[in-house]
Antibody
């Protein structure tokens, strides 16, 4: 069974930084697009960032552009999200998602931005 | 950006009865390759989302056949032929024809 495990979430002050990681097992990610999708508490789903299989094309929603960086290491079968200049409105559960013939979601990691 | 509008946002249903959720996009989701990039997701309470339907009408593996998707262009529908207790949750449509990809607001299905 495909397993995704996100880590790196936690409490951070506004303006701070966090780095999220997603470790994948029982699935080789090198042929798949991957994303970070976030969900604020009690709210809906929103895309944050998207990356192609080889890591050469990256897409960001406007609200995180210039602050977040998505990257991947296919050799380590992992995805990352570097988040800088965090804002209160970035508070959310961040899901790692694999887009292949089927779609795989991790359990999510909670990021709380608060003073 | 493409706006995805779902209705209703809250859907009280009776067990065994049908249910229907509408999703409208502000732009056509038809690609030049002929595909329409619209999926449906289910999020049960306390769980991660799960895809039910891809490219408008194709059920994912393991999805009960009481779930069906239809539509074209900008108007799409998710139907549940007979609601079961395990169907409680929030349902989202999602377009991936245009960046940024985005989800509808979600429809909360309650028994």
């Amino acid at each position: 069974e495909v397993q995704l495990v996100e880590s790196g979430g936690g409490l951070v002050q506004p303006g701070g930084s966090l780095r999220l990681s997603c470790e994948v097992s029982e699935f080789t990610i090198s042929s798949s697009w991957m994303s970070w999708v976030r969900q604020a508490p009690g709210k809906g789903l929103h895309w944050a960032a998207h990356i192609n299989p080889v890591g050469s094309d990256k897409y960001y929603v406007d609200s995180v552009k210039g602050r977040f960086t998505i990257s991947r290491d296919n050799a380590k079968n992992s995805l990352s999200l570097q988040m800088n200049s965090l804002r209160v409105e970035d508070t959310a559960v961040y899901y790692c998602v694999i887009w292949s013939s089927s779609v795989h979601w991790g359990p999510g990691t909670l990021v709380t931005v608060s003073s | 950006d493409v706006v995805m509008t779902q209705s209703p946002l809250s859907l009280p249903v009776t067990l065994g009865q049908p249910a229907s959720i509408s999703c409208r996009s502000s732009q056509s989701l038809v690609h030049s390759d002929g595909n329409t990039w619209l999926d449906w997701f289910q999020q049960r309470p306390g769980q991660s989302p799960r895809r039910l339907i891809y490219k408008v009408s194709n059920r994912d593996s393991g999805v009960p056949d009481r779930f069906s998707g239809s539509g074209s262009g900008t108007d799409f529908t998710l139907k549940i032929s007979r609601v079961e207790a395990e169907d409680v949750g929030i349902y989202y449509c999602m377009q991936y024809r245009h960046w940024p990809h985005n989800f509808g607001q979600g429809t909360k299905l309650e028994i």
